[in-house]
């Protein structure tokens, strides 16, 4: 904890890109609560409620060639204050996406938010290890997936209740402030960063960050080894658990809100207990404990109040798999090419976002079980176990 607080301190300009990470993320937890519990509310079949859970990666994917090389060649800070803007506009369309036939264009506004999150996210990861020194870079990124499990803990828990009592527009419309305020401080933001001065050409640098990948297979290994964490992707699971399992106990959106924060509440702590640890030696371990606790999950789902328990042991490593697998891929990463490869991290990572979250639907619908899921996730992050020795081994 102390080398966390440390280096908020000592680097202003990292703790104001967090702080604003912070208000950012608090929003869009807040409005992702408010969006599965419109579904229910307008009655959206396991498909639709499947497929916008999935456009939240869905964006991310397709744009992530380019992403690559546009956050490699941009201003940060202007590129940040674009993003905020398309955030804002996106959002406050929601307002109007009252009637069950406007299903489809909650997808389509889900897509344009989670594009730009995505392009937000990349962004980030490329600015950190150029003002942070390099021995400080896992613990910059563990602040920053302690501060996004913070958000989670809080914009869920809040979302279940503001949702609860005052209904998703307000939610949504305190979404939108907390965007305008975001943008209020990045525009007084000292960043001096400038983009990529080569002289190559948009094009060129596309296929070269593809070559450079290609040529690298630590890097791809690394890139692989990061994609399991998409399988983490339970929003489906346990919007249908609310929906099917706990309605009787809590309100869906009660349901909703507090099984991802007590999940987040775990995420928080993952980092801060794992994070004096060197992450190559407790790596396996931590896919290990995953698969397990993916076990225990499907064993307590079925009831709101043991599934917390389950929700809980799934995220307390989860956030440390992620930071410390992002960390050896920057640190193995040139800095020319920091972005594209971000970028392609990102895509691979999305997309088994996409089919687990897809997936996890369409097998509801055909009559497979939330408990087998799990089982069948947990299996996954077993064998991440024998695949992470391997990499570090060799």
Not at 19 to 41: E, H, R, S
Not at 239 to 254: C, D, E, G, K, N
Not at 345 to 370: A, H, R, Y
Request: aromatic share 16%; net charge positive.
């Amino acid at each position: 904890m102390k080398k966390h607080v440390t280096l908020l301190k000592k680097n202003r300009v990292f703790k104001i890109l967090i702080f604003v990470q912070f208000l950012n993320f608090m929003g869009g937890w807040l409005t992702t609560t408010a969006i599965f519990t419109l579904l229910v509310q307008l009655g959206a079949s396991p498909f639709w409620i499947g497929l916008i859970g999935a456009a939240h990666f869905l964006a991310g994917i397709f744009q992530a060639p380019f992403t690559g090389v546009i956050t490699d060649r941009a201003n940060p800070k202007k590129l940040f204050l674009t993003i905020i803007l398309v955030e804002i506009f996106s959002t406050t369309l929601l307002l109007f996406t009252d009637r069950p036939e406007l299903i489809p264009a909650i997808f389509i506004l889900v897509l344009i938010r989670m594009g730009s999150a995505s392009l937000y996210f990349n962004l980030k990861m490329v600015v950190f290890p150029k003002i942070v020194e390099r021995d400080e870079l896992q613990t910059a990124n563990e602040i920053s997936t302690i501060s996004w499990s913070f958000t989670y803990i809080l914009g869920n828990a809040l979302g279940g209740l503001g949702v609860a009592f005052f209904g998703v527009t307000p939610v949504i419309v305190a979404d939108i402030g907390l965007y305008l305020i975001s943008f209020l401080i990045m525009v007084n933001v000292k960043l001096v960063l400038e983009g990529s001065k080569s002289s190559e050409k948009f094009l060129e640098m596309f296929l070269s960050g593809f070559s450079y990948l290609f040529r690298n297979r630590k890097i791809l290994h690394l890139i692989a080894l990061h994609s399991f964490v998409g399988l983490a992707t339970y929003e489906v699971i346990i919007t249908l658990a609310s929906q099917h399992y706990f309605y009787t106990a809590v309100p869906v959106a009660i349901g909703i809100g507090f099984t991802h924060a007590v999940r987040a509440f775990a995420i928080f702590l993952g980092p801060l207990i794992f994070g004096r640890f060197e992450i190559e030696k407790v790596l396996p371990y931590l896919f290990l404990f995953q698969g397990i606790s993916l076990f225990l999950w499907s064993f307590t789902i079925e009831n709101f109040y043991t599934n917390l328990i389950g929700s809980f042991l799934s995220g307390v490593v989860i956030g440390s798999i992620w930071s410390g697998t992002f960390t050896l891929l920057q640190k193995a990463t040139d800095e020319r090419y920091y972005g594209r490869i971000i970028a392609y991290n990102d895509m691979l990572f999305l997309t088994i976002s996409v089919f687990t979250s897809i997936f996890s639907g369409q097998l509801f619908s055909l009559g497979i079980s939330l408990e087998t899921m799990l089982i069948g996730i947990g299996t996954i992050f077993i064998s991440g176990f024998l695949y992470s020795k391997w990499i570090l081994k060799n």
